[in-house]
DNA sequence: TTGTGACTCTTAGTCCGTG
DNA sequence: TCACGGACTAAGAGTCACA
Protein backbone atom coordinates (compact mmCIF):
# COMPACT_ATOMS: atom_id res chain seq x y z
CA UNK A 1 0.00 0.00 0.00
CA UNK A 2 1.33 3.49 -1.14
CA UNK A 3 1.70 5.34 2.26
CA UNK A 4 -0.07 8.37 0.57
CA UNK A 5 -2.98 6.27 -0.37
CA UNK A 6 -2.93 5.55 3.18
CA UNK A 7 -2.49 8.87 4.40
CA UNK A 8 -5.69 10.24 2.19
CA UNK A 9 -8.26 7.35 3.22
CA UNK A 10 -7.41 8.13 6.87
CA UNK A 11 -7.93 11.36 6.02
CA UNK A 12 -11.04 11.04 4.63
CA UNK A 13 -12.02 8.36 7.19
CA UNK A 14 -11.63 10.39 9.84
CA UNK A 15 -13.04 14.08 7.77
CA UNK A 16 -16.36 11.75 7.67
CA UNK A 17 -16.56 11.07 11.43
CA UNK A 18 -16.32 14.91 11.80
CA UNK A 19 -19.38 14.95 9.36
CA UNK A 20 -17.22 17.73 7.20
CA UNK A 21 -17.04 18.33 3.94
CA UNK A 22 -13.80 19.08 2.11
CA UNK A 23 -14.29 22.58 2.28
CA UNK A 24 -14.73 22.62 6.03
CA UNK A 25 -11.39 20.31 6.43
CA UNK A 26 -9.90 22.80 4.27
CA UNK A 27 -11.00 25.84 6.42
CA UNK A 28 -10.01 24.07 9.89
CA UNK A 29 -6.62 23.17 8.26
CA UNK A 30 -5.96 26.37 6.93
CA UNK A 31 -4.89 24.65 3.83
CA UNK A 32 -6.58 24.51 0.20
CA UNK A 33 -10.23 22.85 -1.16
CA UNK A 34 -7.80 21.45 -3.62
CA UNK A 35 -5.36 20.21 -1.84
CA UNK A 36 -7.34 18.38 0.99
CA UNK A 37 -9.00 17.34 -2.42
CA UNK A 38 -5.47 15.83 -4.04
CA UNK A 39 -4.44 14.40 -0.75
CA UNK A 40 -7.76 12.10 0.03
CA UNK A 41 -7.30 10.79 -3.60
CA UNK A 42 -3.42 9.78 -2.93
CA UNK A 43 -1.83 12.06 -5.38
CA UNK A 44 -0.76 14.44 -3.52
CA UNK A 45 2.73 13.45 -1.47
CA UNK A 46 2.05 15.54 2.10
CA UNK A 47 5.01 16.91 4.33
CA UNK A 48 5.03 16.16 7.81
CA UNK A 49 4.25 19.78 8.97
CA UNK A 50 1.12 19.88 6.55
CA UNK A 51 0.37 15.61 8.42
CA UNK A 52 0.34 17.80 11.86
CA UNK A 53 -1.73 20.29 10.69
CA UNK A 54 -4.41 18.14 9.12
CA UNK A 55 -4.57 15.79 12.43
CA UNK A 56 -4.92 19.15 14.67
CA UNK A 57 -7.71 20.24 12.63
CA UNK A 58 -8.96 16.92 13.10
CA UNK A 59 -8.01 16.77 16.70
CA UNK A 60 -6.34 12.91 15.98
CA UNK A 61 -2.41 12.16 17.00
CA UNK A 62 -0.23 12.46 13.62
CA UNK A 63 0.50 8.98 13.93
CA UNK A 64 -3.33 8.08 13.27
CA UNK A 65 -3.36 9.35 9.68
CA UNK A 66 -0.52 7.13 8.97
CA UNK A 67 -2.21 4.02 10.34
CA UNK A 68 -3.81 1.21 9.17
CA UNK A 69 -5.65 0.47 12.00
CA UNK A 70 -8.76 2.19 13.15
CA UNK A 71 -8.66 5.51 13.53
CA UNK A 72 -9.35 7.12 17.10
CA UNK A 73 -11.62 9.97 15.58
CA UNK A 74 -14.33 8.90 17.25
CA UNK B 1 7.45 20.64 20.43
CA UNK B 2 8.03 20.85 16.09
CA UNK B 3 6.89 17.78 14.87
CA UNK B 4 10.42 18.23 12.09
CA UNK B 5 12.22 18.26 15.45
CA UNK B 6 10.31 15.15 17.10
CA UNK B 7 11.33 13.52 13.49
CA UNK B 8 14.61 13.94 13.41
CA UNK B 9 14.86 12.86 16.93
CA UNK B 10 13.32 9.52 16.42
CA UNK B 11 15.29 8.53 12.97
CA UNK B 12 18.33 9.54 15.29
CA UNK B 13 17.56 7.26 18.45
CA UNK B 14 16.34 4.06 16.05
CA UNK B 15 19.45 4.81 14.10
CA UNK B 16 21.43 4.27 17.04
CA UNK B 17 20.02 0.99 18.51
CA UNK B 18 20.78 0.14 14.33
CA UNK B 19 24.74 0.96 15.76
CA UNK B 20 24.59 2.72 11.91
CA UNK B 21 26.29 5.87 10.82
CA UNK B 22 24.04 8.72 8.94
CA UNK B 23 26.18 7.23 6.14
CA UNK B 24 25.10 3.92 6.63
CA UNK B 25 21.39 4.97 7.29
CA UNK B 26 21.70 6.99 3.59
CA UNK B 27 23.03 3.90 2.15
CA UNK B 28 19.78 1.69 3.34
CA UNK B 29 17.62 4.11 2.62
CA UNK B 30 18.82 5.11 -0.42
CA UNK B 31 18.73 8.99 0.17
CA UNK B 32 21.74 11.60 1.03
CA UNK B 33 23.80 11.31 3.90
CA UNK B 34 23.58 15.23 3.84
CA UNK B 35 19.99 14.85 3.87
CA UNK B 36 19.96 12.84 6.65
CA UNK B 37 21.55 15.07 8.62
CA UNK B 38 19.17 17.33 7.95
CA UNK B 39 16.43 15.96 8.96
CA UNK B 40 18.02 14.27 12.07
CA UNK B 41 18.02 18.16 12.84
CA UNK B 42 14.75 19.24 12.18
CA UNK B 43 15.66 21.46 9.77
CA UNK B 44 14.36 19.76 7.11
CA UNK B 45 10.42 19.22 6.44
CA UNK B 46 10.40 15.71 4.70
CA UNK B 47 7.40 14.25 2.99
CA UNK B 48 5.57 11.38 4.02
CA UNK B 49 6.96 8.78 1.39
CA UNK B 50 10.62 10.24 2.25
CA UNK B 51 9.46 9.01 5.88
CA UNK B 52 8.23 5.60 4.92
CA UNK B 53 11.79 5.14 2.88
CA UNK B 54 13.63 6.06 6.30
CA UNK B 55 11.06 4.06 8.30
CA UNK B 56 11.69 1.25 5.74
CA UNK B 57 15.20 1.29 6.34
CA UNK B 58 14.63 0.97 10.24
CA UNK B 59 12.70 -1.78 9.96
CA UNK B 60 10.22 0.08 11.72
CA UNK B 61 6.53 1.26 11.16
CA UNK B 62 6.40 4.92 9.90
CA UNK B 63 4.25 6.18 12.73
CA UNK B 64 7.47 5.47 15.07
CA UNK B 65 9.10 8.24 13.64
CA UNK B 66 6.22 10.91 14.53
CA UNK B 67 5.78 9.65 17.65
CA UNK B 68 6.78 10.93 21.05
CA UNK B 69 7.33 7.64 22.92
CA UNK B 70 9.55 4.82 23.01
CA UNK B 71 10.51 3.87 19.05
CA UNK B 72 10.10 0.15 18.91
CA UNK B 73 13.28 -0.36 16.56
CA UNK B 74 14.84 -2.83 18.72
C1' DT C 1 31.60 11.14 11.49
C1' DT C 2 28.58 15.03 11.20
C1' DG C 3 27.02 20.15 10.28
C1' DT C 4 26.12 23.70 6.96
C1' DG C 5 25.18 27.16 3.03
C1' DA C 6 24.35 27.19 -1.53
C1' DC C 7 22.91 25.28 -5.52
C1' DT C 8 19.59 22.86 -9.44
C1' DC C 9 15.51 20.49 -10.36
C1' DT C 10 11.11 18.82 -8.98
C1' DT C 11 7.03 19.10 -6.44
C1' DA C 12 4.30 21.00 -2.58
C1' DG C 13 0.62 23.95 -2.08
C1' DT C 14 -2.59 27.97 -3.98
C1' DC C 15 -5.99 29.76 -6.99
C1' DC C 16 -9.16 29.69 -10.97
C1' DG C 17 -12.39 27.29 -13.57
C1' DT C 18 -15.20 23.07 -15.61
C1' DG C 19 -18.33 19.18 -15.13
C1' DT D 1 -20.07 18.40 -2.73
C1' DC D 2 -16.38 16.55 -5.06
C1' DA D 3 -12.90 15.15 -9.08
C1' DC D 4 -9.94 17.04 -12.09
C1' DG D 5 -6.88 20.07 -15.07
C1' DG D 6 -3.82 24.41 -15.92
C1' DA D 7 -0.98 27.91 -14.25
C1' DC D 8 1.46 29.86 -10.84
C1' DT D 9 4.74 30.77 -6.34
C1' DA D 10 7.02 28.83 -2.41
C1' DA D 11 9.39 25.13 -0.75
C1' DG D 12 11.10 20.25 -0.64
C1' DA D 13 14.30 16.68 -2.97
C1' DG D 14 18.70 15.69 -3.79
C1' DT D 15 23.81 16.99 -4.23
C1' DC D 16 28.36 19.18 -3.42
C1' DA D 17 32.50 21.56 -1.26
C1' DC D 18 34.14 22.79 2.86
C1' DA D 19 34.77 22.87 7.89
Known sequence: ???RKQVG???????RTRGWSQEELAFQSGL???YISGIERGTRNPTVTV??????????PPR???????PSGG
Open 1 to 3: MDI
Open 9 to 15: LNVQRVR
Open 32 to 34: HRT
Open 51 to 60: LKELADALAV
Open 64 to 70: TLLDLGS
